[in-house]
């Protein structure tokens, strides 16, 4: 199994902030088929050999991804997908 951890600091308001991880989540749940659920501010997302959790917090959001055995042959294209999506929607 593999883990990945992202932390990406923002200067965004909760809906802001609550808008740009539904963005980093569609552009992720279209390229890895993946289902997204929100419980109160945290966007939880899984599919067969993926789960995983995007967390806002004020000034912060931290992504939480565990790959299954499969997928974690893919762990270094997948933490470079989801690290440039943070900074481009937190921090851009």
């Known amino acids: 199994m593999a883990d990945i951890h992202i932390v990406q600091a923002h ?13 980093v989540t569609d552009k992720l749940a279209r390229d890895f ?4 659920v929100w419980d109160g501010d945290t966007l939880r ?3 067969s050999g993926v789960a995983g ?3 806002l917090t004020a000034g912060r959001a931290a992504v939480a991804v565990r ?8 762990a270094p294209a997948i933490r470079a997908k989801l690290a440039a999506s943070m900074k481009k929607v937190f921090a851009g």
Request: with cysteine; glycine share 6%; aromatic share 6%.
């Open 33 to 36: 088929q993946l289902v997204c």
């Open 11 to 23: 200067a965004l308001n909760q809906e802001q902030a609550r808008l740009a991880a539904q963005a």
């Open 53 to 55: 959790e995007l967390v």
């Open 67 to 74: 790959l299954g055995f499969l997928m974690g042959a893919m």
């Open 45 to 47: 997302f899984k599919r």
